[in-house]
């Protein structure tokens, strides 16, 4: 077997294989710690969007200056968007700290 015709083989194989491949798209949406009732509510609409399209989430609360006092207030907001979401997506990770953020991911819950 001629060794080109091998590696064309193996090219044309892996290129199939790469096409089949679901790719992964993330979503995010911020929130400040202090967001609106409205703004919560216009920016759950487009979580529930993305989540029913099968995008991953990736909700995070940012932290402006003094405002990392609020961090209570930040993790009230995202488990209540967890709650809200509850029947389009699960919580891959809890609200996390990661220096002015916190964030939070969820997943699309699986389609019949």
Wanted: no cysteine.
């Amino acid at each position: 077997m001629d060794y080109k015709k091998f590696l064309y083989e193996q090219k044309k194989r892996e290129k199939q294989l790469k096409s089949k491949a679901t790719k992964v798209v993330v979503k995010e949406i911020r929130f400040g710690p202090q967001t609106d009732e409205h703004d919560y509510a216009f920016k759950k609409k487009h979580a529930e969007k993305f989540l029913r399209d099968g995008a991953k989430l990736k909700a995070f609360v940012f932290f402006k200056g003094r405002s990392i006092i609020y961090k209570d207030q930040g993790e009230i907001l995202l488990l209540k968007l967890a709650q809200d979401l509850e029947e389009f997506g699960k919580v891959e990770q809890l609200p996390q700290l990661e220096s002015k953020k916190m964030i939070m991911l969820m997943s699309p819950k699986k389609s019949k």
